[in-house]
């Protein structure tokens, strides 16, 4: 997928059977990082597993995380929130930042935003030159095959949702004490370049989807089906690395994860 466009917005899911979903996703998601931490037989530790998590703002970002991560023992997840660099981390390459949340062989890390904003937010700001974004395109697939290469599962998500229903969503955070916080200036500045954003995901997707960093675009038009088919997606993504790399999987238990 190269276009923005493709990606359908129409899927959705009711309440009871989004919970339904993402109570057997969350029990199978338990499963697997027991066994990646080599906390279940045959005990032995496997790949690191990285989830990538974009999409424009609003799009349902922090609830998914909030279900994948809210399933397991903290002990096992990592959550890490990227914003604006530092003057520091300015001063280095730009994905000096990101080697310290790395996680260990067995480890699990989350990321909510991340070295996409060098040829998304970076891009379209006017922050680094059309030969500066090409650079930072291919060092980020090389970074991605490095990862690969020495044991790490990269799952990597875009949640997708139209113009209409993002102001929304906007409308409503403005209007929630609890939520309005969530809402900056900088949301409404990025919302009015959509358009350029658009123009700089088009070339995301075609320039850094490779066979071992798949992209996997969802729709977040509705927050049901989002949540769970986020779950759905990274456990189908670990499943069949675990087993494009010869290792087992561990056997599904019914119930719910505790």
């Known amino acids: 997928m190269s276009r923005a466009t493709d990606i359908d917005l129409s899927p959705k899911l009711s309440a009871d059977e989004s919970a339904k979903r993402i109570a057997q996703a969350q029990h199978r998601l338990v499963e697997l990082r027991l066994f990646t931490a080599g906390l279940t037989p045959p005990c032995e530790v496997g790949p690191a597993l990285?989830?990538?998590?974009?999409?424009?703002?609003?799009?349902?970002?922090?609830?998914?995380?909030?279900?994948?991560?809210?399933?397991?023992?903290?002990?096992?997840?990592?959550?890490?929130?990227?914003?604006?660099?530092?003057?520091?981390?300015?001063?280095?390459?730009?994905?000096?930042?990101?080697?310290?949340?790395?996680?260990?062989?067995?480890?699990?890390t989350i990321f909510d935003r991340s070295w996409y904003g060098r040829i998304?937010?970076?891009?379209?700001?006017?922050?680094?030159?059309?030969?500066?974004?090409?650079?930072?395109?291919?060092?980020?697939?090389?970074?991605?095959?490095?990862?690969v290469n020495d044991?790490?599962?990269?799952?990597?998500?875009?949640?997708?949702?139209?113009a209409d229903e993002q102001l929304r969503r906007f409308e409503d955070r403005k209007k929630d004490p609890l939520r309005a916080w969530k809402l900056t200036a900088d949301d409404w500045h990025n919302r009015d370049k959509r358009d350029l954003y658009l123009e700089a995901l088009g070339d995301v997707l075609k320039k850094t989807d490779e066979p071992h960093a798949r992209w996997n675009p969802i729709s977040g038009e509705d927050k049901h089906y989002a949540r769970a088919v986020v779950l759905e997606t990274v456990i189908e993504r670990w499943e069949a690395d675990l087993q494009r790399r010869g290792l087992g999987l561990p056997q599904a238990h019914g119930g719910r994860s505790l």
């Open 50 to 108: 990285i989830v990538v998590m974009e999409g424009f703002d609003a799009a349902g970002k922090g609830g998914s995380i909030r279900r994948t991560a809210g399933a397991l023992d903290p002990r096992h997840v990592s959550v890490v929130p990227i914003g604006p660099p530092t003057p520091e981390e300015l001063a280095h390459h730009f994905l000096w930042r990101f080697w310290p949340h790395l996680p260990a062989k067995g480890g699990m």
């Open 120 to 147: 998304l937010v970076e891009r379209v700001e006017g922050l680094i030159d059309k030969s500066m974004v090409e650079q930072s395109t291919k060092e980020i697939v090389d970074f991605e095959r490095a990862l």
């Open 151 to 162: 044991g790490v599962t990269l799952v990597k998500i875009w949640l997708h949702i139209s």
